[in-house]
């Protein structure tokens, strides 16, 4: 179920750890185009499976399936608190930030970078999702500011899997424009042509405010266990997810 799965227990917290990961396509009961474990519910796939899924995975994580929480994504920049299940259909937002625990926050994707907040010493997690339109707009540093608002002093990151920058050409002006909001998305692809890597443009800006972070390897068009829409067009979504316990620890092991 897990291509990447980590507890992480910070110094000179209140006891509280930070379970995070991210889904691979096993373990799931979706049918082609969507096989395995498909999230999202946006893409075609017949709804039952996907909740099949989404249910395997809040189990996987050890929390009822309402406190599984999933955003409406839509590209933008708006940010939103919770701090329980949502009380009617999910908002629309590209990240959400929580201060409850055994609550499970999602970013789904398909090539877009998912990232993961932590702040255990301030009681804080937040889930973001970042693509090429949400990196040029400033989520990552919004979510990063929201946060510090919040209370948040060591604050630290995740950055999943995503489609490479050798795997995602695009058109010369639209390179122009990642590398005006961090120099390090511009980039050439397998052939040579302007491309862009969204996941180094995000680390780039997380590490310029002082966030600390860990980069998740692989490239999601080149590994068959990830989602990729750059490789498939019509395919499902794999999922970031972080939660936060407070004062006891859960074992997640590696799947």
Known sequence: MFHWRRTISPDGSDG??????????????GAAPWHGLNLGGHVGDDPRQ?????????????????RLIFMNQVHGTEVVEVDGPWSGAAASADAVIT?????????????CVPVLLHDAGAG??????????GMT??????????????????LAAVVGPSVCGRCYEVPAAMAEQAAAAAPSALTR??????????????????????????????CSRENADLYSYRRDGRTGRF?????????????????
């Open 99 to 111: 201060g409850a625990t055994d609550l499970a926050l999602a970013v789904l994707v398909a090539d």
């Open 189 to 218: 692809s397998w052939t040579g042509t302007p491309a862009i890597d969204v996941a180094a443009g995000v680390v780039e800006q997380l590490a310029g405010d002082g966030v600390r972070v860990e980069w998740v390897p692989g």
């Open 124 to 133: 804080l997690v937040a889930a973001v999702h970042a693509g090429r339109p």
């Open 137 to 154: 707009a400033g989520i990552v540093p919004l979510v990063v500011e929201r946060m510090r608002r919040l209370g948040a002093e060591q």
């Open 239 to 255: 999922a970031g997810v972080i939660v936060r316990r407070a004062g006891r620890q859960r074992p997640a092991a590696a799947e």
């Open 50 to 66: 996907v909740e099949a899924n989404r249910a395997a995975l809040a189990e996987s994580l050890g929390v009822s399936r309402e």
């Open 16 to 29: 509280s750890v930070v379970e995070v990961g991210f889904t691979g396509r096993s373990r799931g009961v």
